[in-house]
């Protein structure tokens, strides 16, 4: 297995020995030439504190071509998939530059990425405990929730600034219905859904609820309700959108996970519906795992193990995998290098097909995928860095250093109708 220390932007190149890793002077960027001898064919990087220009680079032997915004056509899935394919692009977004937009929950900063070469390229404020970074329903605009802030930042995806500050309460996360007609600031200190202006953010209406730590939802596929987990009592809620109210609550049951979280509950993340429109899956930090919802009835059904701190869930761009991010510790904070990993699970038959690993561990959280799918971009919560995994190799393609905790990243322009908020929950 190889091992490369990058130099710092600007620094010497290191000295390589024959046969090993070479740098580019100009960049200072290490690339490993390819497999070890025993076949291994991953490079963990070393690198200095993070700045601008600064990036290190897992390429397992081959180059990095710059994925395609609009995507290659693909041929329509056997099975119901109802998000946006890699041959869906918007119109809205013929414009937008590409880049990776990346939020610090401390440090009151976005980075700004160019995926083409993996280097920071930029960084402006947006407000105290920085989360995530929201596509708008028409994709026209990036949201940067700031919630402790009472902050929206919104970035023109043309240029790739920021504009001014919109002050909006506790804007833990950020959705959309799926007409585009309002906005949902989820208010995750004040355990409240509150309805607003797509656009100005002028609340219309809230939704008070005893969703404690209320954070990430989706919609149900008619989109009559969407239902949300609560993370700090182990619960998800199920909200009527034609009646604008509560409809049900369940607790998670933990028992057919065999683990037992010290907390005496599940502690849910990330939830998606399944691409036929049929399942919620939920991931849970405690219990290793994600657990899986039966959209009709809003009962529990099933429990699929995929690793520890299971957190981020992102479906494939022609529906038939979801790719759960595990954190790689139940601790909220960290530590650092925890055991994460992206798990792929095959929704057709809800078995994990395949587990990719992060050399010497790693704290893989939100993100996105490429346009093309063939990359899957992640925020490093408790190492500093972004991970860039290869999605058809199914490894880790790039450690890219940003300074501390960097969470919910999100990869644009994006495929699809239009957003529903969150990363990229793409249409």
């Known amino acids: ?7 710092a932007c600007g620094g010497p190149a290191p000295s390589v020995a024959a046969g090993g890793p070479t740098t580019t002077a100009a960049t200072g960027v290490t690339v490993d030439p390819g497999p070890s001898d025993d076949g291994a064919g991953t490079s963990t990087v070393t690198a200095p504190a993070p700045a601008i220009g600064t990036t290190s680079i897992v390429t397992g032997g081959k180059a990095l071509p710059p994925s395609n915004p609009a995507g290659p056509a693909t041929t329509a899935p056997a099975r119901a998939n109802i998000y946006a394919g890699s041959g869906t692009p918007n119109p809205a977004t013929a414009g937008a530059r590409y880049l990776v937009y990346v939020p610090h929950e ?245 078995t994990v097909t395949a587990t990719w690993d992060i050399p010497g561990g790693g704290s893989p959280d939100m993100g996105n995928l490429t346009p093309d799918g063939t990359q899957l971009w992640l925020g490093g919560r408790y190492d500093s860095e972004v991970y860039v995994f290869d999605t058809a190799a199914g490894k880790l393609l790039a450690r890219i250093p940003v300074g501390s905790h960097p969470h919910g990243l999100t990869v644009w322009p994006q495929p699809g109708r239009f957003s529903l908020g969150h990363t990229g929950n793409m249409r």
């Open 106 to 350: 401390v440090g009151n900063i976005t980075m700004v990425i160019d995926p083409t070469t993996f280097r920071v390229v930029d960084r402006f404020t947006t407000g105290a405990e920085s989360q995530h970074v929201i596509p708008s329903w028409d994709m026209r605009t990036l949201y940067v929730a700031a919630s402790r802030g009472d902050l929206l930042t919104p970035i023109d995806p043309t240029t790739g600034k920021a504009g001014p500050g919109i002050k909006v309460e506790d804007p833990y996360n950020l959705y959309f219905l799926p007409d585009g007609s309002e906005a949902i600031v989820v208010e995750e200190g004040n355990k409240t859904l509150t309805f607003t202006d797509p656009h100005t953010f002028a609340v219309h209406s809230r939704i008070p609820t005893t969703c404690a730590g209320i954070n990430h939802l989706d919609f149900s596929a008619d989109a009559t309700f969407l239902v949300a987990t609560c993370e700090f009592d182990g619960s998800l809620i199920k909200v009527d959108l034609v009646k604008r109210a509560v409809a049900g609550k369940i607790q998670i049951d933990t028992g057919p996970s065999g683990v037992a979280s010290p907390k005496g509950r599940a502690q849910p993340q990330d939830l998606r519906l399944s691409a036929d429109g049929t399942t919620f899956y939920v991931a849970d930090l405690e219990t290793e795992g994600v657990y899986l919802i039966d959209a009709a009835t809003f009962r529990q059904t099933g429990y699929v193990r995929t690793g520890m701190g299971a957190h981020g869930l992102y479906p494939s761009r022609d529906g038939t995998k979801l790719y759960v991010v595990n954190r790689g510790t139940p601790i909220v904070g960290g530590p650092p290098r925890g055991k994460g990993s992206v798990a792929v699970l095959d929704m057709a038959t809800n």
């Open 1 to 7: 297995m190889a091992t490369a220390t990058l130099a």
